[in-house]
């Protein structure tokens, strides 16, 4: 599952099979490691302080540009989560997913790995495409159009935003979705991803 899981990671920042109309970013995901713990608390880990001690206990690497990755049970129905970009290290910094939402997993529509591509992208700075709602900045990337709220499944042609250009980005990343709608990073998205890699991740 694991590699199966970097396979689609790549495949998407690469804007490879399946990504129809998406901007092929610089990243490349190579595989380092893997290890195992076992450890009923953090099985079933949410974000908090179990997080924390998990992360710290278990992480590798203290750069910036390591990307950790966590696959756990995780609690309260999520998917996974991401830290930002920050100006100095922190044992939290990485991605928590799902276990089940790696390819071949028991998450149904949301196992077909497009969770890590989400979140990672998060820990590439990028917002939700639904951030701020249809007002402001939303999520300061200028060709994502505005979005009310997170859009589920894949409902073509929605537009909760009718005043402002542009239907619902349901097919980007960075949407709700379900992992067969998602296929899209933008070259605004792209730009901001490379920027924040320079600025933040970069050593
Ligand atoms: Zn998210």
């Known amino acids: 599952m694991v590699n199966a899981q970097m396979a ?7 804007a490879g099979s399946d990504t129809q109309g998406s901007a092929a970013t610089p990243f490349k995901y190579t595989l380092a490691d893997i290890d195992f713990s076992y450890n009923d608390a953090w099985y079933g880990v ?3 302080p179990v997080e924390k001690e ?6 590798v690497g203290t750069s910036k540009s390591t ?4 696959t756990a049970n995780i609690g309260d129905d999520l998917l996974g989560w991401a830290t930002f970009p920050t100006k100095r290290f922190s044992t939290d910094d990485g991605v928590v997913i799902l276990d089940e939402s790696m390819p071949g997993g028991a998450a149904g ?4 790995g497009d969770t890590l591509t989400h979140e990672v992208g998060h820990w590439l700075a990028l917002y939700h495409t ?7 900045k939303g999520d300061s990337v200028a060709d994502t159009p505005a979005e009310a709220t997170p859009q589920f499944d894949c409902p073509e042609g929605a537009d909760s935003c009718p005043k402002s250009s542009g239907l619902d980005p349901i097919h980007n990343f960075m949407d709700y979705t379900q992992d067969s709608c998602m296929y899209q990073f933008t070259p605004g998205q792209v730009a901001r991803m490379s920027d924040a890699w320079t600025q933040y991740r970069a050593s």
Do not use: D, I
């Open 8 to 14: 689609v990671l790549n495949n998407a920042y690469a």
């Open 46 to 48: 949410v974000p908090g």
């Open 54 to 59: 998990m992360k710290a206990a278990t992480r």
């Open 67 to 70: 990307l950790n990755v966590w």
């Open 109 to 112: 529509k949301y196992a077909f």
């Open 130 to 136: 639904f951030q701020g709602g249809c007002s402001g």
